[in-house]
């Protein structure tokens, strides 16, 4: 089973997902996916469980958590980018590495192995990394860069986020480094986080987990934070009170240390392991920020996070995913974000993309909704109950927003139309239906992107 194939089963373990979606992130046509799920389909059968549906373009996969550890522990095999992170990591953790033992264990020719360890040299080397080689012993690592510590942790991110999808030899490795539980520990980071009301996403909870391992394997590293502002000092030692309190006894001295460096740095924007898609990513978010005027230092923090991460996941080939489903206003803002990601010649996966632009989306909403004052809201049936309840409904959610309810078939051409700031035309739908209101707001949200980008 192939790379693109094995991706597809992870996604679909963890979420129900639409054609197009799928694709987008797989980077393969649509006519490619759907082949590669009649072949996934055809190994499900002789498995005896249950197939991949598509149902209204929808792809899902209801089997039982035996029947799913049954269908990784058949696969139980590893992609060459696998085979590539299992042995760059198990290199550098443990600093030596014998390529005769690994093929066994991997069960994989001499020739395949040495082309999975060519591919973790040229990876060293090329960040100013060194090894040497022992005839009848085995691979030693002589020299480590801070780019290849950097390249380690991601690895390590890695393979938390896919715990339960591992095949034996990657839990057999990722076991070796940890002393912890990972459910416990991500469920610890998240209380530290909520306690401290700060933003947080799966990638990120990855990274402070992966974090504990690498305190371990890098005991030299010293984390001291140089700040001399009171209420800067004021918040490293909130993370540290929390940080001790939560963690506890479970948190070593070491990983406390390095988890209330890492978690103000990365809250002060400060410190990110890739300066240079650090920098990317700063620059993509003051355009997209310029295009649409906004001005919010908060969100942009915010903004910043998730697009570096998403930098990370997209280039390390970390496959986590979720469904989207996109209105028509957030197309327009999907297009503009997407000219800005390829003029930076940058790929994102579509839930990250969407991530960005709902977020972006709701503060451009509440920065121009204050510009409109009357609202013209033509429909084409009379129904006095549910205009009461309409006009209600639009008072309490637009309370500064003065809306007229009028009638196609009666007034057709009779309103002078500049008197308002929108005029929205429901006519073709009726009052009877529940979800008027909902149009309404869509209505108003997309007039407003719809603005900004023609005037940007």
């Not at 997902?17 to 694709?23: G, P, V, Y």
């Not at 504990?212 to 000092?233: T, V």
């Not at 963690?247 to 990983?255: C, P, S």
Request: positive net charge; aromatic residues 10%.
């Amino acid at each position: 089973m192939h790379s693109t194939m094995i991706n597809i089963l992870k996604t679909l373990y963890s979420t129900k997902i639409s054609k197009e979606n799928l694709a987008h992130n797989l980077e393969i046509k649509e006519s490619g996916l759907l082949k590669n799920v009649n072949s996934i389909n055809e190994f499900l059968k002789d498995l005896k469980v249950n197939q991949i549906e598509i149902e209204n373009g929808v792809l899902k996969l209801k089997l039982t958590k035996n029947h799913w550890s049954k269908v990784f522990k058949k696969i139980d095999t590893l992609t060459f980018e696998e085979k590539v992170d299992y042995l760059y990591i198990k290199l550098v953790y443990y600093e030596f590495i014998n390529l005769e033992e690994e093929r066994k264990l991997l069960d994989i020719s001499r020739s395949s192995i040495n082309r999975c360890f060519t591919a973790v040299k040229e990876l060293l080397e090329n960040h100013g990394s060194h090894t040497i080689y022992s005839t009848g012993k085995g691979s030693k690592l002589v020299s480590l860069s801070e780019a290849n510590k950097h390249i380690f942790i991601v690895k390590l991110m890695k393979l938390i986020l896919e715990e339960d999808i591992l095949t034996p030899i990657q839990r057999d490795l990722l076991n070796g480094m940890k002393d912890f539980l990972i459910k416990i520990r991500l469920t610890k980071l998240v209380a530290i986080y909520k306690c401290l009301k700060l933003p947080i996403t799966t990638t990120l909870l990855s990274f402070l987990c992966a974090l504990d391992i690498y305190s371990k394997r890098f005991q030299d590293n010293i984390y001291i934070i140089e700040e001399s502002d009171e209420k800067k000092l004021e918040k490293i030692k909130r993370i540290k009170n929390v940080v001790d309190t939560i963690g506890g006894i479970n948190f070593t001295e070491r990983y406390k240390e390095t988890l209330v460096y890492y978690m103000y740095s990365i809250a002060m924007n400060k410190h990110y392991y890739f300066e240079d898609r650090l920098n990317k990513s700063n620059d993509i978010i003051e355009e997209l920020f310029k295009v649409t005027k906004i001005y919010c230092e908060d969100l942009k923090k915010f903004l910043l996070q998730q697009l570096y991460f998403g930098m990370v996941k997209k280039e390390f080939n970390i496959f986590i995913l979720r469904n989207v489903e996109l209105n028509s206003e957030d197309f327009i803002l999907l297009n503009l974000f997407d000219k800005i990601l390829e003029k930076y010649s940058q790929k994102l996966n579509i839930c990250d993309k969407y991530l960005i632009i709902s977020y972006l989306k709701k503060e451009i909403i509440k920065k121009n909704i204050i510009d409109i004052e009357k609202i013209l809201i033509m429909v084409g049936e009379v129904n006095t109950l549910r205009q009461l309840s309409l006009e209600k409904e639009l008072k309490f959610h637009f309370p500064k927003i003065k809306f007229s309810i009028d009638y196609n078939y009666l007034n057709l051409g009779k309103k002078n139309k500049k008197n308002y700031n929108l005029v929205i035309d429901d006519s073709k739908s009726t009052l009877r239906e529940g979800d008027v209101f909902y149009r309404i707001k869509k209505a108003i949200e997309r007039s407003i992107i719809r603005k900004i980008i023609i005037e940007s």
